[in-house]
């Protein structure tokens, strides 16, 4: 089946009377990524751009199924091409969102693609997560879907939530940096049939008793 018109699927499944209003925004930021990696490598140059709306998209949002993002400060931790943190501003326009990369090209790019996009509830952080600690207790969620938590990323982002609030992190096979953390919740995402072959969702949830060293 067509990728776009599985993404559309989802989107009427999931956020039902706003799917239209919302793909005409992912129709726009697909139109930007496809332009925009022609300068600087937002995703692999190497993927057909119809498989956007499901390895990128669709994965994006695959968090929202177990998470409320609704009303939230967000921080997306090594956003990259602004994945997932673009689709969830889309999606979340009562959300807050901080958009974290530790490479000022792909900060500005994003900048560019929310201003394209006119998403007024976006921030941009061009510093490594080490950097902007002393700002501790400011994010309701924490997602991250392309790096890999180190041990010492771990009391780092445990002091930048808020009282019980949860990290997000995107999952494949390998959970190793996820079982760090002591109170996981694994949501096997059924991602497969979409060919983003193996997804886990991984939820960690602050405020339940664990120790933040």
């Known amino acids: 089946m067509n990728p776009k018109i599985i993404f ?21 930021y697909h139109a930007w990524l496809v332009s925009e990696n022609d300068k600087i490598n937002l995703f692999s140059r190497q993927m057909d751009t119809d498989d956007i709306w499901t390895v990128h998209f669709l994965d994006s949002l695959l968090s ?35 958009l974290l990369d530790s490479k000022k090209k792909k900060v500005a790019a994003v900048r560019s693609a929310a201003e394209t996009l006119g998403l007024e509830n976006c921030r941009f952080v061009d510093q490594r997560i080490e950097d902007i600690v002393e700002q501790g207790g400011n994010f309701d969620i924490i997602v991250s879907r392309s790096v890999k938590i180190e041990p010492a990323y771990k009391p780092i982002l445990l002091r930048l939530l808020k009282p019980d609030g949860k990290i997000v992190l995107y999952k494949s096979k390998i959970l190793d940096d996820a079982y760090q953390f002591d109170n996981v919740e694994i949501f096997e995402a059924e991602a497969a049939e979409l060919g983003l072959g193996e997804r886990r969702i991984v939820v960690v949830r602050e405020g339940m008793g664990w120790a933040r060293n």
């Open 64 to 98: 929202t199924k177990y998470v409320d993002f609704g009303g939230r400060s967000v921080l997306d931790f090594g956003t990259g091409g602004g994945l997932p943190g673009i689709p969830l501003a889309i999606v979340y326009g009562d959300a807050t969102v901080t």
């Open 8 to 28: 559309k699927r989802f989107l009427e499944q999931t956020f039902h009377n706003r799917a239209e209003a919302l793909l005409g925004a992912f129709e726009r």
